[in-house]
C-alpha cells in the first residue's frame, strides 16, 4: 500500500467558508493590500489563504509525522461547517424569526461556539505567535519546527485526549466565548466583507489574552455571529436573531479590513465606496501602528 502522501497546500481559510462569500462557489473578488487595488478578475477560493504543510508535525530529523492528521480533522470540522451554515441561513432569511426568543438550539450553540474557536486557532497568526513565545519564554531552547509542534498540539489539541481540567488555547477560548451573549444577524444587503482574519474584535479596558467587547464573525455575505458582553447593546438578545443595518454592515466591513494583512474578499466587486472603506480601515490601522511604536 502506498505511503499517505501530505496535502502540501493547507488552506487556513477554509474552501467552503469562502463559498459563502462567492457567486458561482469557485471564485471571490479579492481587494490586494500589496497591489493597494482590487482585482478586477475574481480570483479562484482554492488559490488564496493556504500554506504548505502549516499542520503537519514533523520528528527530529525533519520528517512528517502523522501525515495529514490535523488536516483530516479539519476536514471533518469544515463538513459540519457546511451543514450547520445551510441550516442557519435557512432560518435567518425568514422574517418571523426576528421574534423567536430560542434562535439556536442548544446544539447550534455548542457547534458554532467551538467552531468560532477553532477557526482562531488554526490561523497561522496565532500557530506562528504561539510558536515565537515559546521560542523567546525557552530562550531559544527550541528550534523553529520544535515551537511550530508544540503551537499545533496547543492551539489544535486532537492528538490525545485531554485530562480532565486540562487548559489548551482552543479550550481556554471556548471558555471565553461561552461567557459572551451569542446573536446572529441577517443583511439583507448581502454585502458583508472577509479577509484571511475572518473575523474582528472591539477590545474592551481588559488587560489580558483575548479580552474583547464584542467579536464579529460573518460566515456568509449575508450572515453574521455576534459574541457580546452582555448589556453592551439595547438591541442584544440573548440568542436571538437580529436585522443588520447598513451602518452595522460598514461597521463590521471596516473592522475586517482593518483586522486583515494581505487581502479582504468580497461576493461582489467592489464598489468605489467600498474601496474607500477599506483605504480608511488601513489608514486608522497605520495610525494606530504608529502611537503604539512611539509608546514602546
Known sequence: M???QPTKKQHYVPQIYLKGFSRDSATIYEY???KREAIKKPVRIESVCREQFLYEIRDQSGEIINTNFIEDILCEYEGQFAE?????LRKSVVKANYNTLCFLSKEEKI??????ALQIMRSPSMLNGIGSILREELQGQLSQ??????????CLPFFKKPRSGEMTALTYFISLLITKIL???YAESDNLFTSEHTMYGVRNSAEGLFTFKKLWFPISSNCVLLFSEPGESVRIKKNCLIPITEEDVHEINKGIAYIARKMVFS?????????QLIEDARRERAEDEKVLSDRQ
Do not use: C, M, Q
Open 84 to 88: 450547520y451554515r445551510r441550516k442557519l
Open 145 to 154: 519546527e520544535e515551537a511550530h509542534n508544540v503551537a499545533v498540539a496547543f
Open 111 to 116: 457547534f458554532w461556539i467551538f467552531y468560532t
Open 267 to 275: 461576493k461582489h466587486p467592489f464598489s468605489e465606496s467600498d474601496i
Open 32 to 34: 490586494n493590500f500589496a
Open 2 to 4: 502506498p505511503e499517505k
Open 183 to 185: 446573536t446572529v444577524g
